[in-house]
């Protein structure tokens, strides 16, 4: 390939609109496929990452230039402008030079035909610098402005007002936290934190409020680390091991060795982590209702893992002393990590989403004793998923709801009491909720 870089770009921006692929799984992939050297791959992730994450705005400001419904373009043409108009407005790359390179690219994988009018939209674009743009498409200072500015659906950042409390000044933060950091876990009893910070060189830093995690310098390779490959380490948000890690430490009202269930736990991240903290006599169940997930779980060497579906129990009530629900949910906590989400997902999708969640709930709520302790989990903070499906089914059962504030004390600003909602902003995490929650004894 002339331009490799852009082109993997390409293949993947296509990709994901054409075949639903995610981009955090298909990049590395073609990258280690086309041995693409360290600096072609990091701006193979720029371009890519990039032009997803604002991929409804390149397409208004493409939509200007073009007077044409982008729709209507033929999806190789719709990529390459998408690719290019990122460049002109969001790179220091010099317009002459990115509207040459993807007129090429367009030529490479579209043929001749488009040339012509892939040249004359990019010209278009480059007359004006992104505020430029953003005065002549998203004038003035509300959230339709603000949703342009940051690249956002509208309906997402009236969901994220309304998490953060619609008067709060943090709305315009929130947004513009886009550029994640990776997580590692030192999984407990297969290597230390001090070991893999070790192993993860110059620039990496511990975690400030797990004692597992450790966070890469900007542009580190975890699949170099010999402790990743092995799986005594694992890439995991920050985020998701905090919600772990307080339903490890909520004090339990059982005697003896204690039975752990994690309802939804594929890929396992949560799961092994559980695992490593177990007492001795311990033991976790892990179920997840699809079978490739499953074997996710499994190669986390999780010894315990059924294929089932969690809201019909294949077990008797009252079982277990602890219960994690990682609900499936929209993933609007997890923005910055998969760009594509933010602009596949749809307002009804919280909605459709709303009846599993309630119902994984009611059925941890069934399987855990009386006195013990469930964990509701979801990676957003959309209030339909989080605070909402707790108090439709808290007003149906007797449940005590305990503060994670109490067994994560060191972690500030996590929202209302009695839940904790982490933000990238405030936290550099993603956006993880957790609602903990004690069964009555006449539950």
């Known amino acids: 390939m002339k331009d490799p870089a852009r082109r993997t770009a390409y293949d993947v921006v296509l990709a994901v609109e054409r075949d639903d692929a995610y981009a955090n799984l298909l990049l590395p992939r073609l990258s280690r496929e086309r041995v693409l ?32 419904d982008i729709a209507a373009l033929d999806p190789p043409v719709r990529a390459v402008l998408r690719i290019g108009t990122y460049q002109l407005l969001h790179l220091r790359t010099p317009a002459h030079a990115a509207v040459h390179a993807t007129v090429e690219l367009a030529r490479a ?20 610098d992104w505020e430029g743009w953003v005065r ?41 936290e886009d550029r ?36 890469l310098a900007a542009g580190g ?8 490959r092995s799986g005594t380490a694992a890439v995991q948000d920050e985020g998701s091991q905090l919600v772990a890690l307080a339903l490890v430490r ?12 994690d309802l939804c736990a594929g890929p396992g ?32 060497r999780v010894p315990y893992v059924v294929v089932a579906d969690g809201t019909v129990p294949a077990w008797p009530a009252a079982t277990f002393d602890r219960v994690l629900v990682d609900a499936p949910c929209t993933g609007l906590g997890a923005l910055r990590r998969r760009p594509e989400v ?70 500030p600003t996590t929202g209302p009491a009695p839940y904790l909602q982490l933000w990238p902003h405030r936290h550099g995490t993603d956006a993880m909720f957790l609602a903990l929650l004690r069964r009555e004894s006449n539950g």
């Open 37 to 68: 050297d360290r600096r072609d791959a990091a701006f193979a992730a720029e371009l890519a990452y990039g032009t997803l994450r604002w991929q409804g705005v390149l397409d208004e400001v493409v939509a200007s230039a073009a007077r044409r």
């Open 180 to 215: 994640p950091i990776t997580h590692l876990v030192a999984r407990p009893g297969r290597i230390t934190r001090a070991e893999l910070l070790a192993e993860a060189g110059a620039g990496a830093e511990p975690g400030p409020w797990s004692p597992y995690a450790v966070r």
């Open 250 to 261: 909520c004090a339990s009202e059982s005697r003896g060795p204690q039975r752990w269930l």
């Open 221 to 228: 390779d975890p699949g170099a680390l010999p402790s990743v």
């Open 342 to 411: 933010r602009w596949r997902r749809r307002p009804e999708d919280v909605e459709r989403l709303r009846p599993l969640q309630e119902a994984l709930l009611e059925s941890a709520l069934d399987a855990v004793r009386p006195g013990g302790v469930v964990a509701y989990v979801t990676c957003s903070p959309v209030p339909a998923e989080t605070t909402g499906v707790v108090a439709a089914v808290t007003s149906r059962r007797p449940v005590t709801a305990i503060d994670p504030r109490q067994v994560l004390p060191d972690v």
């Open 269 to 300: 991240g949560k799961a092994a982590l559980l695992q490593g903290l177990l007492a001795d006599g311990d033991r976790l169940l892990a179920i997840d209702r699809h079978e490739h997930r499953a074997r996710m779980v499994a190669g986390a």
């Open 109 to 128: 994988v579209a043929g001749p035909k488009p040339v012509g009018f892939v040249n004359a939209v990019l010209r278009k674009v480059s007359q004006a």
């Open 136 to 176: 002549r498409l998203a004038p003035g200072d509300g959230r339709d402005a603000l949703a342009f500015r940051h690249g956002y659906p509208r309906w997402i950042v009236d969901e994220f007002a309304a998490a953060l409390g619609d008067e709060s000044d943090e709305l315009a933060a929130a947004l513009a």
